[in-house]
């Protein structure tokens, strides 16, 4: 599957083994839509009625502070998806912002998808139960990075987990993301270029 192009009828099939007569059915569950670059998704106090898969493009997802400085929190390219998952759930205004970095084609999967594609596919049901649970490791794993690594750590897991993004957002996105400043990010690159580091 082309990097820059991920289906989501071809990612319920290559990786949650959905077989292709229940594809047919879930998808009519989806609808998509285009944003174009730097387009509100979602704002804060809003309720959040989809979760996003990112078949084109790139997403941000991310808070404001009270002085008005943005916290990412994910980014969402190709294959990834986005969403406030406590305002969907729970049906609470959101605290979150999502906004295309990019023009981007996602696709919205809404309540009904999940409520139904359990139910047609046994698949997509444990596919999606590992995807919570992948979920929730990875949102362990960068608060512990947060919380107790060194900036350097940080970037270096930030390049294993988005690797093509160094080329695809300004250098204070990605500060933002790891709660560094746009100083302390070139700081920490100069360093890594000095150890003859090089993010593939």
């Known amino acids: 599957m082309d990097q820059t ?41 809003e309720r959040c009625r989809h979760i996003f898969y990112v078949e084109k493009g790139l997403l941000r997802f991310y808070s404001l ?20 998952r406590s305002s969907f759930y729970f049906d609470e205004p959101s605290a979150y912002y999502i906004d295309a ?28 139960e590992f995807l919570l649970q992948n979920h929730v490791r990875h949102l362990q794993n960068r608060i512990n990075l947060l919380i107790s690594a060194p900036a350097e750590k940080r970037y270096l897991d930030f390049v294993k987990m988005y690797p093509d993004l160094m080329l695809r957002v300004p250098q204070w996105m990605v500060a933002s993301y790891l709660g560094i400043t746009p100083e302390g990010l070139s700081r920490v690159r100069k360093q890594l270029a000095e150890k003859n580091f090089r993010p593939d």
């Open 5 to 45: 192009e991920c289906n989501f009828a071809e990612y319920l099939s290559q990786k949650a083994s959905v077989e292709e007569k229940h594809i047919k059915q879930v998808m009519t569950l989806v609808d998509t839509q285009n944003f174009s670059k730097g387009e509100v998704v979602l704002s804060a106090g």
């Open 65 to 84: 502070s009270e002085d008005g400085k943005e916290h990412i929190v994910q980014f969402g390219a190709e294959g990834w998806f986005v969403g406030d």
């Open 101 to 128: 970095v990019e023009n981007a084609q996602v696709v919205l999967i809404g309540h009904d998808f999940f409520d139904q594609a359990g139910t047609i596919s046994e698949e997509y049901r444990s596919y999606n």
